[in-house]
């Protein structure tokens, strides 16, 4: 057996032990919180439900809340490889394209301007804000030229600097809007039932098999464009699918949850640390690692100030940040 092959199995083992892990982190996800469960009684519930509120905390809390971590935990994970493969920028996140600015800002409007009140109905108007926000972005660097990771990179800063004040003028001119955007900025899976998680399932589905398409191409494009064209890489295309990848996955996410930082930054270069810089592996593993990640912290957050709850994207930033400093810190640090 070549090395290659050797080095190929170690990976998908693992691949295999962090789903595991996945498995794990979902079974306690259903298991904890202001009511603890047992194996057995989850088990009950999900086979054989008799109505008993045992039978409700599984089935239209916990379990709900579980899928939405998995769901956006994917997403997050892979769109924040891709942005930081597709702009060559290790600091590279969801939120760099101006995505989570633009769904921040539909929300905002959904609150101010038609009266939207639960995680529901914000779901259409934070995705419509993801995708607009990614076309003006697209629109301002190409500017006639082809877009490079650069030009993108700046257009979205400044895009997402824009739509942020615009969000914060609406919040601070309505109360009500204030109220409600507080919780859904925090990033927070608190009432994300199957009516939030199921219309974004097949979001997240499209953007990770467009992701998977694109790895290989992505590899060479980390090269330089001249050597990607050389070696066969059409790189218009590659670009435009990795930023319909990001934008599905990653207005899909926001739409769910909410921002939610360091997920999709730190989770990437964790992956790369494990299998290097081969997208092909990276993918997939942050596909897996980002939503353990996330259950493990939502899980945090039900118990560290029991009876009540820290919202799930300021566990991520208290957790995020020493991990991302020890990995930056570290003298093999990974690169892209």
């Known amino acids: 057996m070549s090395r290659t092959q050797q080095q190929q199995r170690r990976w998908a083992a693992g691949l295999a032990l962090v789903v595991s892990a996945l498995a794990l982190a979902a079974l306690l996800s259903v298991m904890v919180g202001s009511k603890q469960l047992l194996p057995a009684q989850i088990l009950q519930a999900l086979v054989a439900p008799t109505g008993s509120d045992v039978d409700r905390i599984v089935l239209e809390l916990r379990l709900p809340r579980t899928l939405a971590a998995v769901v956006v935990g994917a997403a997050l994970g892979v769109s924040g490889a891709l942005i930081q493969a597709f702009t060559r920028n290790p600091l590279g ?13 539909g929300v905002a409007c959904g609150i101010a301007l038609f009266g939207t009140g639960v995680p529901a109905q914000h779901l259409g108007f934070a995705f419509v804000g993801a ?3 990614t076309v003006v972005v697209l629109f301002i660097g190409a500017a006639g030229r082809s877009a490079d990771p650069v030009r993108l990179t700046l257009a979205g800063v400044a895009v997402a600097a824009v739509l942020s004040g615009i969000t914060t003028a609406i919040t601070l001119l309505d109360p009500g809007t204030f109220n409600q955007m507080r919780g859904w900025a925090a990033g927070t899976f608190v009432e994300r039932d199957l009516d939030v998680v199921l219309p974004a399932v097949p979001v997240v589905g499209a953007g990770l098999v467009i992701a998977l398409v694109c790895a290989r191409s992505l590899n060479t494009l980390g090269l330089g464009d001249d050597l990607a064209s050389a070696l066969g890489t059409h790189v218009g295309l ?9 934008t599905l996955l990653a207005g899909a996410a926001t739409a769910v949850a909410g921002p939610i930082g360091f997920v999709g930054l730190m989770v990437p270069h964790v992956a790369r640390w494990l299998v290097g810089p081969d997208q092909r592996w990276i993918l997939p593993y942050s596909a897996v690692l980002a939503p353990v990640v996330l259950l493990v912290s939502d899980v945090v957050g039900r118990v560290v100030l029991w009876p009540g709850e820290v919202p799930v994207g300021i566990v991520t930033a208290f957790v995020g940040a020493p991990v991302l400093i020890w990995l930056v810190r570290r003298r093999t640090a990974s690169t892209l």
């Open 93 to 105: 996140d969801p939120g760099i394209l101006g995505v989570n600015a633009g769904a921040s800002l």
């Open 131 to 133: 995708l607009v926000a």
């Open 238 to 246: 590659t670009r435009a699918l990795a930023v319909t990848a990001i």
